[in-house]
């Protein structure tokens, strides 16, 4: 059975920093693209950050460039998203995502408009306040 499980959220002052965990089973991660999406109250799901398993390319959106970084555990079979200098706006429901295309790039795949990718897990929720 294919699952990705997502753990790491919580309530975090502005400034502070978070690590999200992906746990993937029933598949093996490392042939597979890898993204982080997230949604707000209200918002489209936007697409946070994605690594290509075509060619190892790395995509972030614009909003989190320089605080967030993804990352993989192919031995593990684990996935990350490091998020540091979290800011109010980045409040959501964060979901981790798997696709075994090695098709496009990583910006594409990190578009909801463009292309869905075939295993989401259920969400962890990040809350940034004081």
Known sequence: QV????????LVQPGGSLRLSCAASGFTLDYYAIGWFRQAPGKEREGVSCISSSDDTTYYADSVKGRFT?????AKNM????????KPEDTAVYYCAADPST????????SPRNY???YW??????????
Do not use: P
Request: glycine letters at 12%; a negative charge.
């Open 116 to 118: 869905d990718m075939e």
């Open 103 to 110: 098709d496009y790039y990583s910006d594409y795949l990190c």
């Open 3 to 10: 699952q990705l499980v997502e753990s790491g959220g919580g």
């Open 79 to 86: 996935a990350y998203l490091q998020l540091n200098s979290l």
């Open 121 to 130: 897990g259920k969400g962890t929720l990040v809350t940034v306040s004081s």
């Open 70 to 74: 993804i990352s993989r555990d192919n």
